[in-house]
């Protein structure tokens, strides 16, 4: 995979097929696992360096995830049951929902 930066926005080239632009995370929104992969890929900018509360709103089921800077290299991949608090300098970051449902809380996200 490749990472293309278009206009501060993210696009990715997988094995022959182009995923559209990720949508843009907004603070607390829930979102869910789809089963047509284009629709897996999330985008934020944090303005500052600080916290990202990631949050399972089912802990019945897990949600795994990968976090990738602008460059596309790897930042962090977990699986998550309840929450957990991740750490980013501030940039542009993409966040690949590879399980589950999930919503990211953070006063430094643009």
């Known amino acids: 995979m490749r990472l293309l930066l278009l206009s501060f926005l993210f696009m990715i ?3 022959g097929g182009t995923i559209k632009e990720p949508t ?16 897996n890929y999330y985008s934020f900018s944090m303005k500052d360096t600080g916290n990202i509360f990631i949050s399972n709103p089912d802990p019945k089921e897990s949600h ?3 976090i990738y800077d602008k460059e596309f290299n790897l930042i962090e991949s977990d699986i998550v049951t309840d929450s957990k ?14 399980q589950g449902s999930f919503s990211i809380h953070s006063n430094k996200i643009e």
């Open 24 to 39: 843009p995370v907004k603070t607390g929104e829930v979102y869910s696992y789809d089963e047509n992969i284009s629709n």
């Open 64 to 66: 795994k995830y990968r």
């Open 13 to 15: 080239e997988v094995s």
């Open 85 to 98: 608090v991740e750490s980013l300098y501030n940039g542009d970051y993409l966040y690949h929902n590879v």
